[in-house]
Structure formats: C-alpha cells, structure tokens
C-alpha cells in the first residue's frame, strides 16, 4: 500500500535523575557528596533509507516515545544515557511541526539523519553542585522532560522527471514502454491512484528516474479529484512532461487541457511553475492529431514539443535521449523556501526576557520553556534544591518585575499549573 502522509506524536526520553548520596565508609566519617548525575534521554532520530518507497510502517505507530535516561547512583556513579529510536523513511519525505506547520527536516540524501524529539539531559547529582563555600550540599536534580512534539510526516516522491496531464491521456503507458515500470492500464479515468515510478535506461547505459503522477484535473490545487497528490510529488521532479492527448480521442480540446494544467501548478507554489517542461504530443496516430497539433504550435510557438504515439511505440527514443540531454543542465533545487524552516539558532537579546508575568483570575501567572524546565527539574521535597530554585528566579529578575507590575508579598503565583504564595 503506497502511504505518503501520516501524523505522529513523538515524546523523546525524560534525562535520568541525579543522585542525593554522601560517602559513607568505614573510618572515612567526613566523606562527602557523591551523587552522581543521571544518563541523558532517548533522542527520536529519522533517517532517509533509499530501499523505502512508502510510509506505511508509521501509518499504524501514532505515538512514538524514548526512554528515560538511567538514575545517577551513590559513588559518583553516572546513568547511562538512554537508546536513540531510530525510524527509517524514504527518501523524499518532508517532517513539519504540525502544530506550527514550519519544517524540521527534508531528507533527501540515503543515510541522512536528523534528531526530530530531543531526550532531556540527565539530572545532576548533589556532588554536581558542591564548592568551596557549600562542600556538601544535599541535594540534586531531576531529569530534563524529553521534547514532546507533534509532527507530519510528507513523502515527496524524487524523481528526474515527472509526466503530468489530464486523467487517460496515456501517462502509465508512455512509463510502461521507455522504463522498468509496469503501472495499471486501462481505458477510464484515474486508473493510476498512485504515483509510479520506472527507471529508464539508455543504450549508453546512462538512466534516469520517471514518475507517472496521477491524473490532474480542474481544482486540483485546492484538493479536488486527486489534488494536492499529484502537486506535491511534482515539485520534487526536476522537469515536467506535459502529457497531452493531441488526438482528442475523448473530445478533449489540447490547448484547454493544458491551460487548465499550468492554471493548476501555478496556483500550487510558483517554483513548480518554473520548473524546465517539455510537451508530450500523444496519441498521434488518430485522425486529429495533426490539425490539434497545428494549433497548438500556433497558440505555443515557443514550446519544446515531442510527437508520439505511446500505444504504437512511436517517437519515444527521440524523447528519452532529449530528457537524458537536457537533464544534464538542470541542477537540483530547494523546493522550500529558507522561512518555511523552523530555525536552529535562537538569538537572545539583552532586553528579551525568558519569561512573561501576567495576571489572571487575580493569580500572577509566570510562564516561560526555560523557568518550566527548572521547576520540572526541581526536588520539591529537598530544601536546598527549593531554595535554589528561588534563587533561580531572582537572578532572572522574576522579583524585580513582580513588584515593578504591583504585586505585593502574600500574592499567589502560578508556575506550571502549581499555586504558591510570594514570600521573602
């Protein structure tokens, strides 16, 4: 079963928890901390596998987790990180944040791999935390939250040359005769449902990738009939076969199908509409095409135009050796413009703030990642790591900014959904 999306939740390893241990050894009274820090969080990794051809092994997976970073252990002993899961996809497939629609990755080269969900560190154990001035301090952290994301999945097929034409106007067949494929074929519209590929081999023994997209129709830009299946596999290809049925063996006006095509790929995205094309004149044998073909030229004098008849056999070694030709000038292309990526950098500024302080329902309500993950990773049940986190917060300016928008000691705060009362 050819699948070319799917949704996932993807909820990466929280990191191991540190330690609280003090050395304890015969005639070694005084020994000191030696909690150590807990293993990092199982990261979810996707790689490109040129063997895949479809998504159907995550179609039936909607939640994908890691696991937790081992605990840090007495004798400064380290967790060990957690096993990454590794989730194979084929080439051409496209991850987005679903909840932000930008793009985390676009795997196109074999092997090539990237860290979609990344597991939370581990936690550090309290001989993590000991100085001079606090040699034994009693307590340590808890595990970073593993990243939890929401993702789509996309499977742009990646092919050198895609034909592309109204439902019936002999795409599987031209595929069928220049290549390895064997398509379905049949006389009603929308035989293919699903992109076919075929490598075409010349005498030379040069190839080359053709795909058979499925049928185009009026609306397909905006989802109608086969829609966004046949654009979206499209854009991946490096030149466009305009498939006309020249014979208008169903009353089909050539110059109207066409129109009707470029309408489409231009309302789609502007890139595919550059894309380098040529014309496929099919169906050449029938009693019409020639005088269809006249006035087609007229209407597109500057057009490339190759005239076959796929049912015949006919005219398609002068087509294959032209695409073999003019591939060689086409470069490949980014079908992704640099803003539809989510960005890897974060820039801080010295005015932007890691947090935002607002009052609701009269509770102060402070939210923010950073000040989340530190409250996650704090030991409410250990003093000194409560007393750190209090600290934390003033250093950030959290107590500054609470009395500079009027709140007053004894007022409720709420971090991460928990209530506390403001105190000195």
């Not at 595929?175 to 064997?182: G, I, K, Q, R």
Request: proline fraction near 3%.
């Amino acid at each position: 079963m050819f699948i070319d999306e799917v949704k996932l939740k993807l909820i990466a390893g929280n990191g191991g928890d540190g330690c609280t241990s003090f050395r304890r050894e015969k005639y070694v009274p005084m020994g000191g901390p030696d909690g150590g820090n807990g293993g990092h969080g199982g990261n979810i990794v996707f790689t490109a596998e040129k063997g895949l051809k479809t998504l159907i092994d995550l179609k039936y997976h909607k939640i994908i987790k890691a696991t937790k970073g081992e605990n840090g252990k007495g004798k400064n002993m380290t967790g060990k990180n957690a096993s990454d899961i590794i989730i194979k996809v084929p080439l051409g497939t496209t991850i987005y944040d679903d909840d932000t629609n930008l793009i985390l990755a676009d795997l196109t080269v074999d092997k090539e791999s990237v860290v979609v969900a990344s597991g939370g560190r581990g936690g550090k154990g309290n001989k993590a935390f000991a100085t001079h001035d606090k040699p034994a301090p009693s307590f340590s952290e808890l595990g970073e939250p593993g990243e939890i994301r929401y993702i789509r999945c996309e499977l742009k097929l990646l092919a050198d040359v895609g034909l592309i034409g109204m439902p019936s106007v002999g795409k599987s067949t031209i595929l069928a005769n220049v290549s390895n494929s064997n398509p379905k074929i049949a006389s009603y519209h929308f035989t293919t449902l699903t992109p076919n590929l075929g490598v075409v081999t010349l005498k030379d023994n040069t190839s080359f990738v053709m795909a058979d997209l499925p049928g185009l129709i009026k609306g397909a830009s905006k989802g109608i009939g086969l829609g966004n299946l046949f654009l979206k596999h499209a854009s991946r290809t490096k030149i466009l076969a305009h498939v006309i049925d020249m014979g208008s063996s169903e009353g089909r006006d050539p110059i109207s199908d066409y129109e009707t095509i470029r309408e489409e790929i231009i309302s789609y995205k502007n890139n595919l509409a550059n894309k380098k094309e040529i014309i496929i004149a099919n169906k050449m044998d029938l009693p019409l095409a020639k005088d269809n073909l006249e006035k087609f030229k007229k209407q597109y004098p500057d057009k490339i135009i190759f005239e076959i008849s796929a049912l015949n056999n006919s005219g398609l070694d002068k087509l294959i050796n032209y695409l073999k030709d003019l591939l060689k000038e086409v470069d490949n292309e980014n079908i992704y413009q640099e803003d539809e990526y989510e960005k890897t950098i974060v820039y801080r500024f010295k005015n932007e703030k890691p947090y935002t302080i607002s009052k609701e329902d009269g509770i102060w309500v402070i939210r923010g990642k950073q000040i989340e993950t530190l409250f996650k990773m704090t030991r409410w049940d250990e003093e000194e790591a409560v007393i750190r986190f209090q600290r934390k917060l003033k250093n950030m300016g959290i107590e500054e900014e609470l009395e500079r928008l009027g709140a007053n000691k004894g007022d409720e705060i709420l971090i991460n959904n928990y209530v506390f009362e403001w105190k000195d």
